[in-house]
């Protein structure tokens, strides 16, 4: 039986996470091992954010005697090879990358070693190891300035406006390659601006909360003319494990390929105003924002908003948190893990337009 030819749903077996210490593979693998399966988690622990909080969602997992974990960079082609020939995997989340939009300005390499050459290390050892399914993050920054909405899929995506973006489409475009010439089933899923507890402390909603509960300014790009498809991680991860757990058969396309691939938008498909996301924050906080308006900035995109009809019809799922709930959530985690001395008013009911 070919790699193409397996197509039955992921059984409890063992699953490599790549970025196990990173704010959605954490989440991911919590979630995997409540589930039944084995993990196998790797991540190199690297500086780009607070390491401490990457050690800190790391101890959440270590008391399952289901999960094993390594430090490890996908960028060594050495120790990729050996991971996949000691051990034997039924299936691969990649969530390892170097992430940041603005950070690919200044450090371009990182993404390239990290995104580009551990990506590639990746695909040769699922090439070498037989198994059932590859799930890779992606990204909504794909679709560059698009200005059709809603993102879809079958859009035209070859005009990145960051490199962060251009290498998220090379990962899609290597992984049909690899699927095509190897018959390995593979799904690339477009992530739409995900927000949560143990989330990354350089995306927006963090640094909002965190400098609301310290009385300092927030920066507010694009003088607020931005939207956002803020996608809630709880439904990030439902998105995911639904579809682990049904690989792709054969491409139903009119191309000449033999993949078994897809690429999903995993999104809220309910783009909210930036301003009415940060007045979700300050009303959940009680706390007015000190503000300063900036122009946008090199590689920032004024709106995303996914379509997810394709993730629907397949795997029965589509995201429905709202912003007042989750930033609720996030907030709440917010100030447990920090000890902030910072006191919330009472509920009340968020209004976003």
């Known amino acids: 039986?070919?790699?193409?030819?397996?197509?039955?749903?992921?059984?409890?077996?063992?699953?490599?996470?790549?970025?196990?210490?990173?704010?959605?593979?954490?989440?991911?693998?919590?979630?995997?091992?409540?589930?039944?399966?084995?993990?196998?988690?790797?991540?190199?622990?690297?500086?780009?954010?607070?390491?401490?909080?990457?050690?800190?969602?790391?101890?959440?997992l270590q008391g399952h005697d289901r999960f094993e974990f390594q430090q490890m960079d996908l960028s060594d082609r050495t120790a990729m090879l050996t991971l996949f020939e000691t051990q034997q995997f039924e299936a691969v989340v990649n969530l390892a990358a170097q992430a940041g939009v603005r950070y690919s300005l200044e450090n371009p390499w990182a993404y390239i070693d990290s995104n580009v050459t551990g990506f590639v290390n990746l695909l040769e050892g699922c090439r070498k190891q037989p198994i059932k399914h590859l799930v890779f993050a992606s990204s909504s920054s794909v679709y560059g300035a698009n200005i059709k909405v809603p993102f879809a899929t079958s859009d035209t995506v070859d005009y990145p406006v960051s490199l962060y973006a251009a290498t998220k489409k090379s990962n899609e475009l290597m992984a049909h390659t690899y699927s095509h010439l190897y018959g390995i089933p593979t799904t690339g899923l477009r992530f739409f601006t995900v927000y949560g507890e143990w989330g990354r402390p350089d995306?927006?909603?963090?640094?909002?909360?965190?400098?609301?509960?310290?009385?300092?300014?927030?920066?507010?790009?694009?003088?607020?003319?931005?939207?956002?498809?803020?996608?809630?991680?709880?439904?990030?991860?439902?998105?995911?494990?639904?579809?682990?757990?049904?690989?792709?058969?054969?491409?139903?396309?009119?191309?000449?390929?033999?993949?078994?691939?897809?690429?999903?938008?995993?999104?809220?498909?309910?783009?909210?105003?930036?301003?009415?996301?940060?007045?979700?924050?300050?009303?959940?906080?009680?706390?007015?924002?000190?503000?300063?308006?900036?122009?946008?900035?090199?590689?920032?995109?004024?709106?995303?908003?996914?379509?997810?009809?394709?993730?629907?019809?397949?795997?029965?799922?589509?995201?429905?948190?709202?912003?007042?709930?989750?930033?609720?959530k996030f907030v709440d985690w917010y100030l447990n893990y920090y000890n902030a001395s910072f006191t919330l008013p009472p509920c009340q009911t968020i209004a976003v337009a």
Do not use: W
């Open 1 to 60: 039986m070919t790699q193409s030819q397996m197509t039955d749903t992921i059984a409890i077996g063992k699953i490599l996470v790549t970025g196990a210490a990173g704010f959605i593979g954490f989440h991911l693998t919590k979630r995997l091992l409540n589930d039944g399966y084995q993990v196998y988690g790797i991540d190199n622990l690297n500086d780009y954010y607070d390491v401490n909080l990457k050690q800190a969602r790391l101890l959440q």
């Open 203 to 328: 995306m927006a909603y963090f640094k909002f909360v965190k400098a609301i509960t310290e009385d300092k300014s927030i920066d507010v790009y694009n003088f607020g003319d931005m939207s956002r498809d803020f996608t809630y991680i709880d439904d990030i991860i439902e998105g995911v494990v639904r579809v682990l757990q049904n690989p792709p058969s054969q491409l139903a396309t009119d191309l000449n390929t033999n993949a078994c691939y897809r690429i999903y938008n995993i999104g809220n498909h309910n783009p909210v105003k930036l301003t009415d996301f940060i007045s979700a924050i300050e009303t959940t906080l009680g706390q007015t924002a000190k503000k300063r308006f900036l122009p946008m900035q090199p590689g920032d995109v004024p709106c995303t908003y996914a379509d997810v009809d394709d993730l629907f019809q397949d795997v029965g799922f589509k995201p429905t948190t709202d912003i007042q709930t989750g930033i609720q």
